[in-house]
């Protein structure tokens, strides 16, 4: 008798724990293939990567070539290329023109000085997408600033930025108040001489963040 149910006993164990964990183990493996794979999706397309690449170099380059034939299209296309919130953050530091006042202003002492800068690219890596989906982008090299009263004139020094890439949507809905369309307007509202995607809503890569990984950027190469 005592054999008897001590035999139920350990049947009851097998079905109330044994498969219970089972299931449990069953489902942890599972639920890492299925992280695997979906990571594995996430891999950038070689048309992604090259067009993350390609935008980390532009704006590297319009950022830090604050030259005065092309200081204002650089900081234009920078309106189009950055997010809108990231565009905040740079003009509360005072690294990107408040208005286009400001603009303005900015060329025409950029214009009287002479002033030039020249930029050299040396590396672009690129990471995997974090958490969030944001794409890391490093590109690093040299710039150099001078101008003709030699106020601006700067020693070559090397630059370290990693940018954070996402996508968001563009919004092709015209203002009534306004007299220009809005996809002649970039997020920061400046006009923009950049070319527009051609469909209404479509996907375009942005950069959300900046990093400056080098502490040596000139501050006279800033906007």
């Known amino acids: 008798m005592y054999w008897r149910i001590q035999k139920i006993d350990n049947q009851k164990i097998i079905r109330q724990v044994v498969i219970p964990v089972a299931l449990v183990v069953s489902l942890g493996v599972n639920f890492f293939f299925i992280s695997n794979n979906l990571k594995k999706k996430s891999i950038l397309s070689q048309g992604q990567?090259?067009?993350?690449?390609?935008?980390?170099?532009?704006?590297?380059?319009?950022?830090?070539?604050?030259?005065?034939?092309?200081?204002?299209?650089?900081?234009m296309c920078l309106m189009r290329e950055l997010s809108p919130s990231l565009i905040q953050k740079l003009r509360a530091a005072e690294e990107l023109p408040q208005t286009e006042q400001q603009l303005d202003s900015t060329a025409?002492?950029?214009?009287?000085?002479?002033?030039?800068?020249?930029?050299?690219?040396?590396?672009?890596?690129?990471?995997?997408?974090?958490?969030?989906?944001?794409?890391?982008?490093?590109?690093?090299?040299?710039?150099?600033?001078?101008?003709?009263?030699?106020?601006d004139t700067s020693e070559p020094r090397p630059f370290h930025f990693r940018y954070l890439i996402g996508m968001?949507?563009?919004?092709?809905?015209?203002?009534?108040?306004?007299?220009?369309?809005?996809?002649?307007?970039?997020?920061?509202?400046?006009?923009?001489?950049?070319?527009?995607?051609?469909?209404?809503?479509?996907?375009?890569?942005?950069?959300?963040?900046?990093?400056?990984?080098?502490?040596?950027?000139?501050?006279?190469?800033?906007?």
Not at 61 to 71: A, E, G
Not at 125 to 134: K, R, V
Not at 178 to 197: T, Y
């Open 49 to 75: 990567k090259e067009s993350f690449a390609s935008l980390a170099k532009n704006v590297t380059i319009h950022f830090l070539d604050t030259s005065y034939i092309t200081y204002k299209y650089n900081t």
């Open 108 to 151: 025409q002492e950029y214009a009287t000085k002479r002033r030039v800068s020249a930029i050299r690219i040396d590396s672009e890596t690129q990471g995997d997408p974090d958490n969030s989906g944001f794409v890391p982008v490093d590109v690093s090299g040299i710039t150099v600033v001078s101008s003709a009263d030699e106020s």
């Open 168 to 223: 968001i949507k563009v919004a092709t809905a015209k203002d009534p108040l306004d007299s220009e369309p809005e996809q002649k307007k970039g997020h920061g509202g400046f006009n923009s001489l950049v070319a527009e995607p051609k469909q209404e809503n479509d996907l375009i890569p942005v950069v959300v963040d900046i990093q400056d990984l080098s502490g040596s950027v000139p501050n006279n190469a800033s906007h």
